[in-house]
């Protein structure tokens, strides 16, 4: 793993690993792996290759000629597992080629649903991506795309002496995410199943915006990749993970990762207990420990809970009618005085319960933006919560975090 600097994450270096080669790397016999911000895989036959994925849209031009230059000839096909922007951009060089394009049966619902709602998302994108890839942010392309076979559900494709098995995996990054799986070779391609990076809690509900993920379908799609008994599993990003006891004991860790977080939300939801306290209480067992660069367990349990509840959580307020808390906050500090209130947040912050201070500081804050003694305070909470995230190295709150100390900064001066 690359040494992580002051504005990355693990998962950050693993999405900046695009490499300047002209050649595509060999991961198993005529299988390749071509690097970029998301990667592209061929697999050779006796007819040209079947791509898996292209990539960005700078990118796929670039998979392109590298599959060239390895001698696999001309794309035959190309297996889409999913709608994201990184995964499918690149299409249009290996499309001109004459490759047909096969995607999941719900493909088109969401390409359509990111597109149109692309200027409502591309600012939360960018505001997570632009920090890790800067002048490397891949466009966000609009073009159409239009699957010459759709899977549904399940769909064999037999090409050139070689043999795909394709499966919807709806438990993945999209609903229309599949996975890609060689039976002679014992070789599965996950796209985004498990995340950008292996062995971390899956991000069930981005930062950046996105449709929320379901843990349960998660679960039951790693049951499924385990019953193949893969030896070598392929992810969207980053390099393979080889060996069928690697294989197993990865995925299987994070099935049961999940299924731990899953079963005891329930037990206390069906307790009575709030979902605030869950999310500070429950930890996952010494032996189910993964990586929380991507997702936490906190937010993978609010985003269970919300799976089985929606959003109505009796506070009758704030949900049922269309009017914000924060619209009060003026008020508030009209009536309490700004520095009653940042006395009290000054008194959680040296208690050390900085989140609860913070919230008082955000309550005047909104009355009054450029209240300096308010932003100092919020500086002092926020860098105390980047530390904390720093030892978790997730890449969705570090970056967020250092996103809103900037903000702060700028409000100072």
Known sequence: MSQVNAQGTPLAEIVRAADNSELPVQIADGVYMS?????????????????????????????????RAAGLGS?????????????????????????KIIAD??????????TTLLPFYLPKWERIWRPVLKDGLPDSP?????????????????????????????????????????????IVFTGNLFGPAFMTIPNVNTLRMDKPRSIIEYIR?????????????????????????????????????????????????????????????????????????????PWTIKTLYHEYVGWWDQDFTSRLYPVKLLDRYPEIVSAAGADTLLALAKQHLDADRTVEGLQLVEIVLIAEPQNNAAIDLQLIALRRLLELADGKKNLQETVWLRSEIATAEQALK
Request: with cysteine; aromatic share 10%.
């Open 35 to 67: 690097e970029d911000v998301s990667n592209s895989y061929a697999v050779g036959t006796s007819d040209g290759y079947v791509a898996i994925n292209t990539g960005t849209v700078a990118g796929g031009a670039k998979h392109l000629a590298r599959y």
């Open 75 to 99: 794309a035959k096909y190309v297996i889409l597992t999913q709608h994201h922007a990184d995964h499918r951009g690149g299409v249009l060089p290996f499309v001109d080629e004459g490759a």
């Open 105 to 114: 049966w719900r493909f088109p619902e969401g390409f359509t649903y990111n």
């Open 142 to 186: 609009t073009f159409p795309v239009n699957p010459d076979i759709l899977v549904e559900w399940e769909y064999v494709l037999e090409h050139g002496g070689r043999r795909f098995e394709i499966f919807s995996v709806p438990g993945g990054e999209t609903l229309d995410s599949v996975c890609v799986w060689m039976p002679m070779e014992k």
């Open 221 to 297: 799609n790693a049951d499924r990749v385990l019953k193949l008994g893969a030896e070598m599993l392929v992810t969207g990003h980053g390099e393979p993970i080889r060996g069928a006891a690697e294989v197993d004991k990865g995925v299987r860790t994070l099935r049961d990762a999940l299924q731990y977080i899953h079963d005891e939300t329930v037990r206390r939801m069906n307790a009575g207990e709030p979902l605030e306290k869950m999310m500070k209480e429950i930890e996952l067992p010494a032996d189910l420990k993964v990586h929380e660069w991507y997702g936490t367990v």
